[in-house]
């Protein structure tokens, strides 16, 4: 059996997990499915699929190994189909992941001007706050506000290092008083973020010293957009990084509180499933990121209200 018959026998076991419907959706023998797999790992000499009479579930080389070959067909069935049409232009679907707040207002101007540059590419983002598996969930990139994936098969490319600012709205501070160390914090109305790496306990670090506290929070939230939103409103001090509260502080909207003290920084990343076989389309996608970031010099940008 040639070797890219292999691939896609191997790739309908690993998506259903069972030989009898791999072989149905390939109108082959359950025989002829097996012996694919069985040459399939002496060849490579690494067993790829683990097998029992009651079920079959993939090896950690056999994972990786899925994920690879998925990229190696549809690669070709990309390169075949521009063959056929003519013409190199991108198309298809990309699947990307974002949180909520970068989607609305970083993602939307690459996606903008990636559609203006290739039609014929579907941009289908899914935004969430939480990090999904990008490989369970097929997406084709994600960009992320940590420094190491799970797995180790996803590939991270860093875009910027991102400070978390403290920051309120003006008249809430004329109401309430401006903070002048951390722990005047206790005294106000905290807006906190759920799904901060370090909940409400925040290190705060100045010239000299470092200090930790754990201010009580009136109104927590899983979506950035609803504490900026309760902060312009008045409701207290929030704590966000600079590229969901930049414009606002720039504006006036919003002014720094304890701005001589500095929180952890976040690092941003772009995350995809593998260096190797990346479709024409998510390397395009990936470039207009990066140029954005570069052109529009968010990282400068953002440091600089810091």
């Not at 997990?17 to 359950?30: D, F, G, H, I, K």
Request: net charge negative; aromatic share 6%.
């Amino acid at each position: 059996m040639d070797r890219f018959t292999e691939l896609q026998v191997f790739v309908a076991i690993a998506d259903v997990q069972n030989m009898t419907r791999a072989a149905e959706s390939l109108s082959m023998s359950v025989s002829a499915v097996s012996r694919s797999l069985s040459g399939l790992e002496e060849r490579l000499n690494v067993r790829l699929v683990q097998r029992t009479t009651r079920q079959l579930s993939l090896t950690s080389e056999g994972e990786r190994f899925a994920q690879c070959a998925r990229e190696i067909l549809a690669n070709l069935d990309e390169a075949e189909d521009q063959a056929s049409r003519g013409t190199a232009e991108p198309h298809g679907t990309l699947r990307v992941g974002a949180s909520l707040s970068f989607a609305l207002l970083h993602l939307l101007p690459v996606i903008r001007d990636f559609k203006r540059d290739y039609p014929k590419v579907q941009v289908e983002v899914e935004a969430s706050n939480r990090y999904y598996d990008i490989v369970e969930n097929n997406l084709d990139l994600a960009v992320r506000n940590r420094l190491a994936e799970a797995d180790s098969s996803v590939t991270i490319r860093r875009l910027a290092e991102v400070p978390r600012l403290l920051a309120a709205a003006p008249d809430y501070l004329a109401r309430h008083g401006t903070p002048s160390q951390p722990e005047d914090l206790a005294a106000h109305q905290m807006l906190l973020y759920t799904l901060a790496a370090d909940g409400n306990a925040l290190t705060l670090t100045n010239q000299t010293e470092t200090r930790r506290i754990t201010p009580e929070a009136d109104m927590i939230c899983n979506d950035g957009q609803l504490i900026r939103r309760a902060a312009l409103d008045g409701m207290g001090i929030l704590i966000q990084p600079a590229y969901i509260i930049h414009d606002d502080l720039a504006a006036g909207r919003l002014v720094r509180v304890l701005p001589d003290w500095s929180l952890p920084h976040l690092v941003m990343n772009i995350a995809y499933p593998s260096r190797s076989f990346l479709p024409v389309r998510t390397r395009l996608f990936i470039d207009a990121l990066v140029r954005h970031f570069r052109d529009n010099d968010l990282p400068g940008k953002w440091h600089s209200g810091a």
